[in-house]
């Protein structure tokens, strides 16, 4: 989608720190990090966000699922535990309208967030 920023990610035209790709589904590291691991996994496929969801795209937030799981494997933070965030409209400060899972860890995360 145009002057989308993360669409511009995923096509290359802007420059990301990127840690797993495939032909659906794309990660990369968070340009302000807010753990020692913060990476943002996307679907290639331009959806604004939760609730603009189809019941078309269940296959693809699940690959974005099982990516996190890989990402977090080989950021070493399968086992000291990790956080996966979608943040949504206005009160939980979405800023970039694209859907995007963030998996923070690396380091203790409090409980609730702010
Ligand atoms: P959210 O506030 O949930 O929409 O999260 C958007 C995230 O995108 C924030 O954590 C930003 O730091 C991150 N971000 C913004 N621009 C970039 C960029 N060019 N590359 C990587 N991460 C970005």
């Given at each position: 989608m145009a002057d989308c920023l993360f669409?511009?990610?995923?096509?290359?035209?802007?420059?990301?720190?990127?840690?797993?790709?495939?032909?659906?589904?794309?990660?990369?590291?968070?340009?302000?990090?807010?753990a020692p691991v913060h990476i943002l996994?996307?679907?290639?496929?331009?959806?604004?966000?939760?609730?603009?969801?189809?019941?078309?795209d269940g296959a693809i937030m699940g690959q974005a699922m099982t990516v996190a799981r890989r990402v977090a494997a080989d950021?070493?933070?399968?086992?000291?535990?990790?956080?996966?965030?979608?943040?949504?409209?206005q009160d939980a400060a979405q800023s970039v309208q694209h859907i995007h899972l963030h998996l923070l860890g690396g380091r203790a995360l409090s409980w609730p967030p702010g």
């Open positions: 669409c511009g990610i995923a096509a290359g035209e802007i420059p990301a720190d990127v840690v797993y790709r495939d032909d659906s589904v794309l990660a990369f590291r968070d340009i302000d990090p807010k996994i996307i679907p290639r496929k331009h959806v604004a966000g939760v609730m603009d969801l189809e019941d078309e950021s070493g933070v399968s086992e000291s535990g990790f956080r996966i965030v979608v943040n949504t409209g």
